[in-house]
């Protein structure tokens, strides 16, 4: 009981502090609170967790505007898997983080044509998926952006970046579609 009552105050403090830690995106103490966030969501799903999260996502949103592309990928790398927890905790959050992951999508994709002139990499993504049918099955498999942790050194961060963005959205869906 001692330790349960622990844990709730411990959750509720750290809850209470995230908007605090998000003032510095230039350090590593947003991810560290998107991450553990996403933990306290699965472990209290509370209305004040609800709405720490959807300050994270926000948050998250905000930081997709003014990082730069090397800042962008350590941010999202690691807190892309994060997002599962949250739709995972609080299905009401779906919208905005399938609008997130659209975003990042795009930004990505869009900075992957200017640097490799290939004016559609999402479509040319799905034309590979069609054509290598085991590797579709391995991603479905897979956790998000586990996948391009083995193959980080043939690609360049954004379509690393691209990939994570496509596990998440597959682990979303596999969540939805199998229950949690």
């Known amino acids: 009981m001692y330790k349960v009552q622990v844990m709730y105050i411990f959750s509720h403090t750290h809850i209470d502090m995230f908007g605090v830690k998000y003032s510095d995106y230039t350090s590593i103490t947003p991810i560290f609170a998107i991450q553990l966030l996403s933990y306290l969501c699965i472990q ?3 209305p004040k967790s609800l709405s720490v999260a959807r300050l994270a996502i926000n948050v998250m949103g905000t930081l997709l505007t003014v990082l730069t592309q090397a800042k962008r990928f350590t941010f999202f790398m690691p807190t892309l898997p994060c997002l599962v927890s949250f739709c995972q905790a609080f299905p009401p959050l779906y919208e905005d983080i399938v609008s997130l992951l659209i975003q990042i999508g795009q930004v990505c994709a869009s900075d992957v ?3 490799t002139r290939d004016f559609d990499p999402i479509i040319t993504r799905l034309q590979q998926l069609k054509e290598k049918p085991s590797e579709r099955a391995r991603l479905l498999k897979e956790p ?10 043939s690609l360049d961060p954004n379509m690393q970046l ?19």
């Open 44 to 46: 209290y799903a509370l």
């Open 113 to 115: 044509a200017t640097v």
């Open 162 to 180: 691209c990939h994570c963005v496509e596990s998440t959205f597959i682990d979303i869906i596999n969540m939805s579609v199998g229950g949690v």
């Open 144 to 153: 998000a952006c586990k996948t391009e942790a083995r193959d980080s050194g």
